[in-house]
């Protein structure tokens, strides 16, 4: 029988793994271009994956800070950081792609090391995330929602937004 955790990293990595595949072939017009009505570009959507991860899994679940504000201050390519409202944020970001998708493999091997680092008891530890919203939440909840699912659905939206400028969404 497959352990818990066992499963999370595989899939952990399966969404890593297609996210990147969907980034692609993303240039930085695609990247920067503004969607009609109120949808965020697709510059700030991957920034988000990849900031949200970070947050999550080096504050939230390690207590330290993110690599963006440590180890990789300076050389995200992010021009700005994600404030916690995104709206205004969302539409003057602007990346340098080769820089974030470096970043985001850094955030993603820091995801795999701590994954492979934690004992099955430690999933049912509870975590306060009151300051972000969300109440208290358990290692498991936060790994499956808002590292996983959250990885999904940006990979989703940027789906879209390739399609939306004539390119191809997801990778197959």
């Given at each position: ?5 066992t ?14 595949a969907?980034?692609t ?19 700030a959507?991957?920034?988000?994956a ?8 080096q ?7 993110p ?22 944020w ?10 974030l ?19 099955e ?14 109440g ?20 989703g ?9 004539g ?6």
């Amino acid at each position: 029988m497959m352990k818990a955790i066992t499963l999370l990293r595989e899939q952990v990595q399966q969404a890593h793994d297609f996210l990147e595949a969907t980034m692609t072939d993303v240039t930085s017009e695609q990247a920067h271009w503004t969607p009609p009505g109120t949808a965020n570009p697709l510059a700030a959507t991957y920034v988000h994956a990849i900031v949200s991860e970070d947050v999550a899994i080096q504050m939230a679940l390690r207590g330290e800070a993110p690599l963006y504000a440590s180890a990789w201050e300076g050389k995200t390519g992010i021009s700005e950081i994600q404030p916690l409202s995104t709206a205004e944020w969302a539409r003057r970001v602007k990346v340098d792609l080769p820089a974030l998708r470096a970043y985001a493999q850094a955030v993603h091997a820091a995801t795999d090391a701590y994954l492979a680092s934690l004992l099955e008891p430690e999933l049912e530890r509870v975590v306060d995330l009151s300051s972000f919203g969300l109440g208290q939440m358990t290692v498991v909840s936060i790994l499956n929602r808002l590292v996983l699912g959250h990885i999904d659905n940006m990979c989703g939206e940027i789906s879209v937004l390739k399609g939306l400028q004539g390119g191809r969404g997801y990778p197959m």
